[in-house]
Each structure stands twice: as C-alpha cells, then as structure tokens.
C-alpha cells in the first residue's frame, strides 16, 4: 500500500456517522460500513419505530441485523493510521455558524453538499448519495444548501408546499386545496417557477440589452465630452486670438489718430509760428517807422522837412489781417467727437453682437440636455429673475424713462430724443437693452385706462411702418405680447388675436425658456396662475418690450426689482 492515500480513499474508511476513521468496523447487509457502536446507537434510536434502516441509502430491514467486524476494513484503517495522516476529515469541511449543516450527522455535523426540498432537510455528501442511488429518493428536488427550508412548509399543515395558488400568488400544500384555496387557480409550483423563470428570462435578455445600448450611450457620451472639451479649447484660443486682434486694431487706430493729430498740431503751430514771426518783423518795422516819424515831426528846419516828408510818410501794405478768429481749445473737438461717436458705435455693435456670441454659448448643450419642467410656484420662477433695464435709443419720443431706466411713462409733450435707427416713430414703444436667452423670469406691474402691452420681440423689429401695422407689437411674426386692460387680456402673434380668459391683473409675470421655446405669462401670485403659454422656435435673442396707448390716456409701466 502507499505511504499516503487521497481523500476519496480515506473517506470510504470513514464512518458516514461520526464522521471519524472506522472503529472495530462492520458491513451490514446493504453494503455500508460503520463503526459498530455508531450503527448500534443508531439502531438503538429505531427501536421505538420497530424498524431499522441504513443512515445512507434508507434501506429498511425487516429484523435487527447481526454485527460483526470486518476484519478486512479494520486492517486497512490500522494501515491508514500508520501513514500519519489525520483520523478525521480538515475542519474545513465540518459546518460553521454561518454553514448549513447536515441534518442527518451525529456529533459534530458535516457541511451540507444540497437541500431536500421535499424531505425537507439538508445533507452531506455522504449522507445526500441515497438521493442519487434509491429510485424513490431520485425525484426529489434537490438546491444549494438553504437554511429555510422551513419555509417550503406549510405553516397550517406541516406539509410540504408544491402547489402554487395563482389567485392568491402563493404557494401552499395539497390540504389547502381543500380548505381556503378551494377553486381557485392553482398549479404544480415547479410548472410556474419554469414559467416563470422564462419570463425571468426574457427581462434578463432585456436588461442586458438595455445594458448593452447604455454601456453604448455612454461610451458615446465620453466621446461627446471629449469633443466639447477640443471644441471649447479651440474656441478660447480662436477667440482670445481674435479679440487680441479686435484689440491690436483698435490700438493701431489709436496711435494712428494720435500719429495724425500731433502731425496735424505740428503742421498748424508750424504755420502759425510763421505768421507771428511776419507779425513780430512788421512790428519791428513800425516802430522804427514811428520812430522816424516823430523825429520828422520835431524837425524845425522847414526845408528838411519838406525834403524827407515824401519818402517818410508813406505807409507799406500790411501782410497782417485783423480778422482772424481765435478759438481756444477748440480746435481739435470734433476728433473728439467723432472717437466718441465710434465708441457709442462699438458698444451698440458689441451689446448686439453678444447677445448672438452669448446665444450660440448656450446653445451648445441642446442635444445632450433634458428639457427642464417648468416651474410652478413664485419662489421657483424667482430663481431664474432677471433685472430688465429699458433702452432709450428705442423709446418712442412720447414716453418718459424714469427710476433708472425701468419705468417707462406716457406724455402728452415731444421729448427731445436724438434721431436713432432703433427709435419707435409711429407707436408709444421701447424695448429693453439686455438681450434675452436661456431661462428668463421678470415681472410688469402697470397702470392704464387702456391697458398696455406686455411683449417680447426680436431685434430686428421695423421701427417705423407708416400706415401699415407691421411695427406693432403683436402684429408681425417678430413680436409676442399679451394685451392688459382691466376687463381683459389678449393675446397676439403674427396679427392673430386670442383672448385669454379672466380680467386684467395689475402685476403679470413673463417667464422664457429660449431653448425649449416656451414662452408664459402668468397672474402674479404664491401659486401663479398661467394665463396663456406660447411652444414655438426661436431663432434670435429676445428683448423686453413694452406699448402704451395714445397719449390722451396717461398709462405707465414698470419692470419691478425681483433681487
């Protein structure tokens, strides 16, 4: 024999009920071997049931079998021992706390190999092969060992649950049948967990596959970052590069005006040092004259007199005019005013032309960003307020801006506006200065006999329309706006009247969201309540926009400080 053997060899020299090498072994008339006191407390447990069986295969003999030792066996495992080895399987394979053992181990129990979920009970590998050999035992249903295993008993019965009750969706024992299930659906409890395991299937399938196109989703989403990552950082640089050319040509044009004024001061002192130096000459020159001449009039001598008088008193023409107009620190004014008027210029360029810069920013995020709801109380719109200013280049020569540029009132009197190509000529309007995009919120508070006109409108309004319409609020596809008065509201687009229903409020809340295209007013409350909502496309940036009635009806409206 080797000096060692396998485990296989070793646990078939094992008693399957202490679990240790056999002691003074011996084979019943199955086959299996134990020790001899192990079966005989075994057997010895039987009696009240006046049967006895074999703790492996269950076999049942009719009368108490005799013992006697194996002789063959107790040689091999007095061999065993002499190799040294352990008497005793490795503790790993005895049962911890948290291990389910073997229901059928005396003593210290063996880790349970499956469960039993008719017998119901748990057994070792030893202990489990009667499953795998007895006929009867084969149709068992045996699972990875489970601690609750009492819960496949009905708690009624004390029988095994193998029926499922679709009615109620539980499973219950044969004897419920006959008690609170009667007539309802039920079935064999292995036919629906087959069913429905192949709807687990089928939702398995379909995770993955959500799984799947995700995982896809977001590999696309980590391109997508990177992408904007390159484009954002190619558009800092593009842009830096061209506003330090922006700033460069405006540097250039300051040291050219600068270049051009000195050398035109240059030339004019130049030109004017001439003529004051010819000045100064012909003062020299009369001064000597009138010198001359005083001592041609204190001359006594009536002869000499006479002789000098003709070449004394003639007078040289003067290259000297008398009519020059001087002009102090005037000279250079209108270079003043007109860098001024540049100025003026570029800020209404880049106020204009930011608004579009600003727009496009925004715009970047309108594939990858869910539409956000809309709110639905005042603190919520209150977060997206937004402090609207009202231009005077736009303001219609009949309307007053007051309280810095926020409350717009009408007069009776022409006020003495510059000439402007953004100015309303033929109706009491004006539009704000800050350009609206993304999410806006800002309220009107109004006061009219008429009623006025809450708008918002693109830039490129006319601003002038003779008899036609087509530069009121309202009546072109540029503007939006919601009539108030005190009975009622209306609202037009595009020349199309909609009334709204309920009367006129004094504070009307107007709330955009540029991307989605949404446009709402709202009565002013806690809870605000929507008066009409706008789904449309934008394609440029909005601007505020205000209209008052004819002058004969003082009305006013005010942008209100939300912040």
């Known amino acids: 024999m080797e000096q060692k053997m396998s485990n296989l060899e070793q646990e078939n020299l094992s008693c399957s009920i202490c679990l240790d090498l056999l002691k003074d072994p011996v084979t019943i008339p199955c086959g299996h071997s134990y020790c001899m006191n192990c079966i005989k407390d ?10 006895h069986s074999c703790p492996q295969c269950m076999k049942e003999f009719r009368r108490r079998p005799g013992l006697k030792k194996n002789i063959t066996l107790a040689a091999l495992v007095e061999d065993l021992k002499k190799t040294g080895l352990q008497a005793a399987p490795a503790d790993h394979c005895y049962a911890g706390p948290e291990d389910v053992a073997c229901d059928v181990c005396t003593g210290r129990k063996m880790k349970a190999a499956k469960s039993c979920l008719f017998c119901p009970a748990s057994y070792c590998r030893n202990h489990l092969q009667p499953h795998y050999d007895a006929p009867p035992l084969k149709k068992h249903k045996l699972v990875d060992p489970s601690k609750n295993l009492q819960e496949n008993i009905c708690s009624h019965h004390d029988e095994v649950m193998k029926i499922f009750c679709r009615t109620d ?17 039920t079935v064999p409890a292995a036919a629906e967990m087959t069913e429905k395991q192949k709807k687990l299937q089928v939702s398995q399938q379909q995770i993955q596959q959500r799984i799947q196109d995700q995982e896809k989703d977001l590999k696309l989403f980590q391109q997508e970052v990177e992408a904007i990552n390159v484009s954002a950082d190619k558009a800092v640089e593009d842009s830096e590069k061209i506003f330090t050319e922006l700033i460069h040509l405006i540097q250039k044009r300051s040291s050219d005006v600068k270049q051009q004024i000195r050398s035109q001061q240059k030339t004019e002192v130049s030109r004017v040092k001439d003529l004051q130096e010819k000045l100064e000459q012909e003062i020299t020159e009369l001064k000597r004259k009138d010198a001359e001449l005083e001592q041609l009039s204190n001359t006594e001598d009536h002869n000499q007199f006479l002789h000098n008088y003709p ?41 204009d032309t930011w608004s579009n810069i600003s727009l496009r920013v925004t715009e970047v995020d309108v594939l990858l960003s869910e539409p956000e709801p809309e709110p639905k109380t005042r603190a919520c719109f209150l977060k997206y307020s937004r402090e609207i200013t009202l231009d005077p280049n736009t303001a219609s ?13 009408s007069v009776k009197k022409i006020l003495p506006y510059p000439d402007h190509p953004d100015r309303f000529t033929d109706h009491n309007q004006v539009l704000s200065r800050e350009s609206l995009t993304g999410r806006c919120y800002w309220e009107v508070e109004w006061r009219a006999s008429l009623g006025v006109e ?27 706006s919601l009539h108030c008065n005190k009975n009622s509201n209306i609202f037009y687009h595009n020349n199309i009247k909609i009334p709204v229903l309920g009367p006129g409020f004094p504070r009307v809340g107007v709330y955009l969201d540029h991307r989605a295209g949404i446009l709402s007013f709202y009565r002013v409350s806690e809870t605000m309540t929507l008066l009409h909502r706008v789904q449309t496309t934008f394609t440029q940036p909005l601007y505020a926009g205000i209209g008052l009635g004819p002058v004969l009806y003082k009305s006013s409206a005010e942008f209100i400080k939300l912040k």
């Open 42 to 51: 075994h057997w010895n447990g039987e009696e009240q049931r006046r049967t």
């Open 169 to 185: 969706q539980q499973c219950i024992c044969y004897l419920c049948l006959m008690d609170e299930h009667k007539g309802h659906e």
């Open 311 to 351: 070449s004394l008193s003639a007078l040289s023409e003067s290259t000297h005019s008398s009519s020059i107009n001087i002009r102090p620190l005037r000279y250079f004014e209108d270079v003043t005013a007109a860098v001024s008027e540049l100025r003026d210029k570029l800020q209404d360029i880049l106020r």
């Open 454 to 480: 809450v708008a918002v409108s693109y830039k490129n309004i006319r601003r002038s329309s003779g008899y036609s319409n087509e530069s009121i609020f309202g009546c072109n596809d540029k503007t939006w």
């Open 397 to 409: 020569r009949c309307l007053l801006l007051t309280n810095e540029n926020r409350k717009v009132t």
